[in-house]
């Protein structure tokens, strides 16, 4: 493993600020479910409490402008694993295999001479252990009620019966369900995950981790902790600054199931109370953050931990009048990404594009090993070492509806530095944001005069970006799977 140290860390550790090691890091990846990017107090939402996060925010380096490039649960986490996008791992529309040539995440750290170790939940095809994770701790997944799934499942905070997690349950490293913590999602999952998490940060070895966690909050339904029953009081927390009753045109998902959580047309009062339990959720879960860096600090193992914190993308939450994360608007393809510990700047925020697929090769080059040729992300360590301030100058995303014919994606975005072109091609119809003079993206500036210009240059890129990775979806299905 010492062959590979980068000459980049001897750059870092030598720079003000950055934290020093002396031997390879370990690697804490923390990922949770459908959190936006604006749900951390010390980034500027004054509403909420996540003392943990705050204090990885002010020893590390935040990059504010982060975005999960598929705004959907599992191809999001196959970006992740695979440092690749959806089109060349083969997990688009939803749910789909990943392809058996991508050089997984987990397997190049345990090629370079670290554990892989997994807990959580686990929505992509196959188990962790078959996706290179040596071993789980309080593995979440579906399956293994033993005849329970039919049971009532805990009503969410507002009582509307769940419709996610039916039937899930923990897992023991064999295999074996763990029924009694319960069938779907409960106040208390998030809690047994970090429990598995404190299994493997206790735990004695000779070498380093690469210890991948999977949240299940804030996502729905949303249960309140034992604890965080009245911890918000909705009639005090604001709507969204882009709050809308409803969207003004089907974006694609008007139908789909996060859209139907609550009543249309939107009511402040019901997306309040919505809010108040999200920021509850996403408060417990920094609780079980701060019991894992207090393990990582009792076992002398902080210092010479990279932590990496985000999510696998936003949520809309009530802004636009959408509720769920089918969507290209910053509230949902933005993500928190904060990263603390050797090598990494603190008390800096940078500005620089970045998508969840970078995170791989970022681990890859702060640790030294090498980068697979299957990565298509890019390393972030040019901008935290100060050699760049952008590693992209425009950034690409899209939204494949499942059940959409040919599988191509109905949603498509482009963004620079300052502007955003958003694409349905089931409407045919486009919408143009100036970020800079309309960061909640409530002026819609397509059909002005004055920025057709503009329009075509972003369409060109647009098209440039996209057309040769979905021109192997233009063939008909047969001739695909031939």
Request: glycine share 8%.
């Amino acid at each position: 493993m010492n062959k590979f140290l980068p000459h980049l860390l001897l750059v870092f550790f030598a720079s003000a600020g950055a934290a020093q090691v002396s031997r390879t890091p370990n690697i804490l990846l923390i990922v949770t479910d459908d959190q936006r990017p604006d749900t951390i107090r010390a980034l500027g939402n004054t509403y909420i409490e996540t003392p943990n996060l705050d204090r990885l925010v002010n020893e590390g380096a935040s990059f504010p402008r982060a975005i999960a490039a598929n705004p959907h649960c599992t191809p999001s986490r196959a970006e992740i694993m695979t440092g690749a996008t959806g089109f060349r791992n083969g997990s688009q529309p939803f749910g789909k295999a990943i392809k058996p040539e991508m050089v997984l995440w987990a397997n190049t750290m345990r090629k370079a001479g670290y554990h892989a170790w997994y807990s959580g939940k686990w929505m992509n095809d196959g188990s962790p252990k078959t996706r290179g994770y040596e071993e789980t701790g309080a593995l979440y997944s579906s399956g293994g009620a033993g005849g329970r799934d039919n049971l009532t499942h805990p009503k969410a905070h507002n009582g509307r019966a769940a419709t996610g997690y039916t039937g899930w349950t923990f897992k023991t490293n064999d295999g074996k369900p763990e029924l009694e913590k319960g069938v779907g999602l409960t106040p208390l999952t998030d809690r047994h995950i970090a429990d598995g998490v404190l299994g493997f940060i206790d735990r004695r070895r000779d070498k380093p981790f690469f210890l991948h966690v999977n949240f299940t909050g804030p996502h729905d339904p949303l249960h309140l902790p034992p604890g965080y029953e009245k911890k918000y009081d909705p009639a005090a927390l604001p709507l969204p600054a882009n709050f809308l009753p409803e969207h003004p045109f089907d974006h694609g998902n008007a139908g789909g199931r996060d859209e139907l959580l609550l009543s249309l047309p939107r009511t402040p009062s019901e997306v309040r109370g919505e809010i108040a339990a999200y920021y509850s959720v996403v408060s417990h879960v920094d609780e079980q953050i701060g019991r894992m860096l207090e393990a990582l600090r009792a076992t002398g193992q902080y210092n010479n931990t990279v932590i990496i914190f985000t999510s696998d993308h936003g949520l809309a939450l009530g802004s636009h009048g959408l509720m769920g994360k089918q969507n290209m608007y910053d509230h949902t393809i933005g993500v928190p990404l904060v990263m603390a510990g050797p090598g990494i700047p603190r008390n800096q925020r940078f500005a620089a594009q970045t998508c969840l697929r970078d995170l791989y090769p970022t681990v890859c080059e702060l640790a030294g090993i090498p980068i697979s040729a299957t990565v298509e992300g890019r390393s972030l360590v040019p901008v935290l070492s100060g050699l760049t301030r952008e590693i992209y100058p425009e950034i690409y995303a899209y939204w494949h509806r499942p059940d959409h014919p040919a599988e191509l994606p109905i949603q498509r975005m482009v963004r620079t530095e300052r502007w955003k072109l958003i694409y349905y091609s089931h409407l045919n119809r486009s919408q143009l944001f100036d970020l800079a003079s309309d960061p909640h993206e409530l002026k819609d500036l397509s059909a002005d005069p004055q920025h057709q210009a503009l329009m075509t240059g972003l369409r060109r890129k647009m098209n440039d970006w996209f057309a040769p990775r979905i021109e192997p979806y233009k063939a008909p299905s047969a001739q695909r799977k031939s």
